[in-house]
T-cell receptor, first 116, second 115 residues
Framework: SAVISQKPSRDICQRGTSLTIQCQVD?????MFWYRQQPGQSLTLIAT?????????ESGFVIDKFPISRPNLTFSTLTVSNMSPEDSSIYLC?????????????FGPGTRLTVT | AQTVTQSQPEMSVQEAETVTLSCTYD???????LFWYKQPPSRQMILVIR??????QNATENRFSVNFQKAAKSFSLKISDSQLGDAAMYFC????????????FGTGTRLQVTL
């Protein structure tokens, strides 16, 4: 498994501002993922963060709105830019660990973001 | 694209009883992985159990077991001897083989455990 921490755990932000969420894992991993979970909803993948290359974004998510950094194999950041109330969600990072060919994803505790 | 469907928004079970949560999926792939995740009110996503599609044997993890029906594209989770700590949202998820494959989640089932 993996131990993953996220900072901040929660924040209340004003519209138009930006927030950077940090994700730290206790071991080196190749793949890191960022998900959004809107209130009462399931998880939706925002992007996949690879070390040393640009993040790969899913349909509906763009780099200008959700820039991602991946400076090394244990750390990543997600920025939510120019926030609006619709960005109020839980943001979760996850990492993939491979066991015998199969990859399992382990999740951080999430960051609860409220935009007013 | 793959889709995952959980048709039970909420379920309830009495402590010490058994409950089964349903999940169906749609895919054209023959090889893939299926997962059940638990999300308690703390919002931490916890991996409960994993099933490889090429394995005929159903996965088990202590009180948790699955009923994997590949032809029917069904992947249900059975929780035996339910405990209060099992109360949570449960998400079924699908993953294609290969590296950097994303998880596709169902909409979740909220499980209540009563005394």
């Amino acid at each position: 498994s993996a131990v993953i921490s996220q900072k901040p755990s929660r924040d209340i932000c004003q519209r138009g501002t930006s927030l950077t969420i940090q994700c730290q894992v206790d071991s080196q991993v190749t793949m890191m993922f960022w998900y959004r979970q809107q209130p009462g909803q399931s998880l939706t993948l925002i992007a996949t963060a690879n070390q040393g290359s640009e993040a790969t974004y899913e349909s509906g998510f763009v780099i200008d709105k959700f820039p991602i950094s991946r400076p090394n194999l244990t750390f990543s950041t997600l920025t939510v830019s120019n926030m609006s109330p619709e960005d109020s969600s839980i943001y979760l990072c996850s990492v993939e660990k491979r066991t015998g060919g199969a990859g399992e994803q382990y999740f951080g505790p999430g960051t609860r973001l409220t935009v007013t | 694209a793959q889709t995952v469907t959980q048709s039970q928004p909420e379920m309830s079970v009495q402590e010490a009883e058994t409950v089964t949560l349903s999940c169906t999926y749609d895919t054209s792939e023959s090889d893939y992985y299926l997962f059940w995740y638990k999300q308690p009110p703390s919002r931490q996503m916890i991996l409960v159990i994993r099933q490889e599609a090429y394995k005929q044997q159903n996965a088990t993890e202590n009180r948790f077991s699955v009923n994997f029906q590949k032809a029917a594209k069904s992947f249900s989770l059975k929780i035996s001897d339910s405990q209060l700590g099992d109360a949570a949202m449960y998400f079924c998820a699908y993953r294609s083989p290969g590296t950097a494959s994303k998880l596709t989640f169902g909409t979740g089932t909220r499980l209540q455990v009563t005394l």
